[in-house]
């Protein structure tokens, strides 16, 4: 239910922006490869890769300052650490969890841009994120490890190409994700680099 809660607020949120501004806005999708890491008690810090596909659009408040949200399906790939049991293991974690764990995340960026010159722009804001698909089983109940939601900051650099963009970007979780208990805390962080293609 509240997945869907959130949903509803983002296509309300796309589709006022796109009315109200049909007439300036500009818009596109973006692909991108994403090196993602979870730091804390029982998921060890190493970057692996995933991937992930969205759609932005923009509007020039300024002749160099845009507001850019986004919509991303992105695919984050976290490692259970060696000494997960240790922690866990006396209350809701399971002995012989399997240590490949996979989320896909809903998420909404609202971006900040600034042309520094036409072809280098730097973009910041704060993401939020919505688990839609979990694969693990770290919690011997079968609940779901991770929280739901997820608040994050972005801050990244784009070189514009035309209808071509090319982007690196750093994200940084600043919510707790661990739902498996309330002793420790799960933060994520994200190193993304693709594409950005202009459609209109």
Known sequence: MQVLRYTLIIVLFFGGTVSLYSQKLAYGVNLDLNYSSGSGKGLQDKMKPGYGGGIWINYPATKKLKLQPELWLTQYNYIKADDFDKYYK??????????????????????????????????????????????????????????????????????????????????????????????????????????????R
């Open 90 to 199: 006396n209350n809701a974690g399971r002995i012989g969890a399997r240590t490949k764990i996979r989320l896909a995340n809903a998420n909404l960026p609202l971006l900040l841009r600034y042309d520094i010159i036409p072809w280098i722009i730097v973009f910041a804001g704060p993401q939020i994120g919505i688990v839609v698909f979990e694969d693990e089983n770290l919690r011997k109940d079968g609940v779901n490890a991770f929280r739901k939601t997820e608040l994050s900051a972005v801050g990244g650099l784009e070189f514009n190409l035309g209808t071509v963009g090319v982007f690196g970007r750093y994200t940084q979780g600043v919510s707790n994700i661990n739902n498996m208990d309330s002793r420790y805390q799960w933060k994520s962080q994200h190193i993304d680099l693709g594409i950005s293609l202009r459609v």
